[in-house]
C-alpha cells in the first residue's frame, strides 16, 4: 500500500513575537489530540536567549518523536538570501521590498558560499549541542534563498531543505489581491525542485493560517485542499507551515485549529478513497521514506 506523507511544519520556533511558550505549548497538545508529528524550524540566536522552560519543551518535544530543523540564524531577511516576491509584498515587508529594489548587487555580494556556510554551522551547533540532537532539516527565514545557500547546504551535508514553495496563491490571499492565481503543483515541478548533490529538497505548499479570518477560512481552505489533493495525486510529500502563535491569533483564535483539524480529516478521508496510508510523519520521515522508496 502506498503512502500519503502529511508533513506539518511550523516556522519561527523560539522568535520574538511569533513564538511564545504558551502557544508552542497548545499547539503540541494539538499535535497530540490530532495524532501527527510536527517539524519545528527553530531560530539559533532566539533560542539563545530562551529561558531552560523553552528548551525543556523542545528537548521534550524530541522524546516525544517530533522533530527540530533550523530556521536560519537570527532571523533576519537577507542573512542566507532573497525572499520570494511575494514575502515581500507583504504590508509589513514594504521597506525590505524597497531595500532590495535599491540594494540587490550589495545583498548578493554578501551571500558568499563560505559566509552562508559559516552561518549555517554556528546556528546548527547552537542548536545540536544544546538539545542534544542531529539538525537535518534547514528552511531559510522568509523564504529567502539564492544559488549559494543550496551550495552550502550540500556541503554542510543537511539531509533536506524546506525553503522552495509551490503555491504562491496563499500570499495572493494574505495580499488581498482581487484576482487569486492558484498554482498547479506537478511531480515535475517536485522533481525541477531537487539540487545537484546528496541533499534533497521538500518543497512546502504554503502558510494557510497566518492570522487567518473567519472571512478568508472557505478560500483558504480550497486553495490547501487544491494542493492537497495534487500532493496526495502526484505522490509527493504534502508540506504546509504553518507560525508557532500567528496560527492562534487569527480574530478567531481556534480558527486555526479548527482549519487543520479540517484539512487533516479530509486528508485522511482522501487517502482511504484512493487506497493510500496516511502517514503524518517529520519531515525527516518524509524524507528518508520517500526519497528510499522512489529509488528502489
Ligand atoms: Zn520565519
Known amino acids: 500500500m502506498k503512502s500519503f506523507l502529511f508533513c506539518f511544519s511550523t516556522d519561527d520556533g523560539c522568535l520574538d513575537g511569533y513564538s511564545t511558550e504558551a502557544h508552542l505549548e497548545r499547539l503540541l497538545a494539538f499535535c497530540e489530540e490530532e495524532k501527527i508529528k510536527m517539524t519545528l524550524f527553530t531560530v539559533p540566536l532566539s533560542f539563545e536567549k530562551k529561558s531552560k522552560t523553552y528548551s ?12 527540530i530543523g533550523q530556521h536560519g540564524l537570527e532571523h533576519t531577511r537577507f542573512e542566507f538570501g532573497i525572499p520570494p516576491e511575494m514575502i515581500l509584498d507583504l504590508p509589513h515587508e514594504k521597506e525590505n521590498k524597497e531595500f532590495v529594489r535599491t540594494h540587490r548587487p550589495e545583498i548578493e555580494k554578501q551571500l558568499s558560499v563560505s559566509v552562508i556556510t559559516s552561518r549555517l554551522r554556528n546556528g546548527r551547533e547552537i542548536l545540536e ?10 528552511r531559510g527565514p522568509c523564504l529567502s534563498v539564492c544559488g549559494n545557500l543550496f551550495t552550502a547546504l550540500v556541503l554542510e551535508k543537511y539531509a533536506y531543505d524546506s525553503s522552495k514553495c509551490f503555491q504562491p496563491g ?11 492565481k492558484i498554482k498547479p503543483i506537478t511531480k515535475k515541478d517536485f522533481d525541477a525542485a531537487q539540487v545537484k548533490g546528496d541533499m534533497k529538497t521538500l518543497p ?6 497566518w492570522y487567518l479570518e473567519k472571512d478568508k477560512l472557505e478560500i483558504t481552505f480550497d486553495l490547501a485542499r487544491h494542493d492537497l489533493d495534487a500532493c496526495i495525486e502526484n505522490d509527493i510529500p504534502f508540506v504546509p507551515v504553518c507560525h508557532v502563535s500567528p496560527i492562534q491569533e487569527g480574530n478567531e483564535p481556534l480558527l486555526g485549529f479548527e482549519f487543520y483539524r479540517r484539512l487533516i480529516a479530509y486528508g485522511q478521508e482522501k487517502a482511504a478513497s484512493m487506497n493510500k496510508k496516511f502517514e503524518a510523519v517529520t519531515m525527516s520521515e518524509a524524507c528518508n521514506k520517500f526519497f528510499s522508496k522512489s529509488q528502489e
Do not use: R
Not at 56 to 67: A, C, F, P, V
Not at 170 to 180: R, S, T, V
Open 204 to 209: 512546502l505548499t504554503a502558510e494557510y493560517t
Open 129 to 138: 549541542q544544546n538539545l542534544n540532537c542531529k539538525i537535518k532539516g534547514f
Open 56 to 67: 525543556s519543551i523542545l528537548k521534550n518535544m524530541i522524546s516525544q518523536g517530533h522533530e
Open 170 to 180: 496563499a500570499w495572493d490571499i494574505l495580499n488581498n489581491k482581487k484576482e487569486i
